[in-house]
């Protein structure tokens, strides 16, 4: 029996590219609406400080949720960990 860990028929390279290629979609997505709020504003008839403010919202949750993520472990009883 191997115990070891299991070869992949992928390599570190295609993950590696695979991950850069998720992270450059993901930040295209989330500032994809700061260069049309202007636009946006117009097309729905709202000021544009109302745009931005829902943009800020989105942007705000992104940092919020990395804390409540961590105190619900903490809740549960699970030991939440830094950097190894």
Do not use: E
């Not at 946006?40 to 403010?53: D, F, H, I, M, Y």
């Not at 030991?79 to 190894?84: A, F, N, Q, S």
Request: charged residues 10%.
């Amino acid at each position: 029996m191997d115990n070891g860990p299991s070869k992949s028929p992928y390599g570190l390279a295609w993950q590696s590219g695979a991950a850069t290629l998720y992270r450059l979609v993901l930040n295209t997505a989330r500032r994809f609406a700061y260069p049309f709020a202007p636009v946006l504003s117009r097309g729905l008839g709202v000021p544009l400080t109302a745009v931005t403010s829902l943009i800020a919202v989105n942007q705000a949750t992104g940092v919020v949720s990395a804390g409540i993520t961590a105190l619900a472990l903490v809740s549960l009883g699970l030991r939440v960990r830094g950097r190894r």
